[in-house]
């Protein structure tokens, strides 16, 4: 049997030599992790959670051409995040859920708006603004924020030069700050 | 924010991502600039209120069957889908369609449409093609031109043959004499001649019946004379050139 003070490495091993019992803790160890970067990135809970499944099955049928030694959380966010952008060019293409009727279904979940406190009126303002954020914008925050993911890191995950990383970020904390503004968050 | 800060900057400077030079130059910008320092909190606000933001909590299902789930999966074989044939088929399919083309295209196979086909005129008014061809032996006399072409024939003792009217058209499967829709009126004399895509003459009949016949001697004569390839709808074509004359 394995436990949580195997290390990510052991268990691949043993996953690398057929015993898939080993990959039971490293599910259990990441899936909250990147159920978060997956949420942040599709804002659905259940889109997020097919993510992370995905993912996880991808990872394994694939665990062969991971080099030990690596950092399997970052691989894995690397096959997740990559799920998702596709996921979200595909829902992109058919998406017609307009955001208005986003908007209603978060004003339905308040019971009571003027008794929301002001900080999670502001949260809920925020979960608004990062819908009406492009997709692009959105993916860049989440990593940043959630992950805390260094220039370096996001241009190696997203496949894209450090400049650009560099200038999408500035761009999209720009328009969630307009966003923002437009909504009168103070 | 009003001033001339790069907003890439702040946001390197916001994300501890900028050198030491870049660094100082922003700090020292910074406590000039009451715009940029307002700007700057505006940012350190919205990352904490978006890493503060409401997500929903995973479903049970996701926490508790998750692993069951994903092990699930894995140990089912995936379908063995068709595509891993690719790699081979993909390219015998390529060839096997190349292949196709070619002897679609190829002179001798070329399936026969009469309804394609042009009038002599055209061609020669296109500088298309040039048809030179002797009068046939069996001739009679020196024929009148009506249409705009001509062709000098220059053949013995005989009078040089004149166009009355040329049709050209994509030639039958086999490099053989085509007869539906191209029939030449009973009792006029022609002479058909099969012109390949490069502009050689590869066979002749000629007759004044509805179909003429293989003029071996005519044939022979003219095999191999290079003409201006033939052209239809700006493809080189195998065709037949009718020369009905009268008499």
Redesign the interface.
Known sequence: MYNKVDSDDALLESVKKGD?DA??PL??RY??PL??VM??MVLN??D??DL??EA??KA??SIKSFELGRPFYSWLRRIAVNNAINFLKKEHRTRSEPLEAVERTLSDKRHDPVAMTRQ?M???K??LA?EKLPEESRII?SL???EDL??DEMSELLNIPKGTV??R???A??K??KI?EDMEVP | MKCDLPIELLNGYLDNELDDEQRAWVETHLKACPACRDELDVLKRIDRAVRDEVYEEPSSKFVLGLNRRVMEKVSIPRRRSLFRFAPVFVPVAAAFLILIVLINISPSKRLVDVNDRMFYEELAARQEVQVSIPEPKIARAPISKKGVAQADVDREKSAPARLEETRIAETAGKPDMPEAGIMAPAGEQVVRAIIDSTGIVIKVATGNTLVPEKDTMLENELSGQQLSPPTIAGRKKQVYVDFSTEE
């Open positions: 898939c990959f039971n599910i259990e899936k909250l159920y978060k949420y942040r809970r259940d997020a959670e992370v499944e996880f099955i394994y049928r999670k502001l949260k809920e925020i979960t990062m925050i940043k924020v959630e260094s220039y560099m200038s970020l500035a761009r904390r720009h969630l700050k923002l």
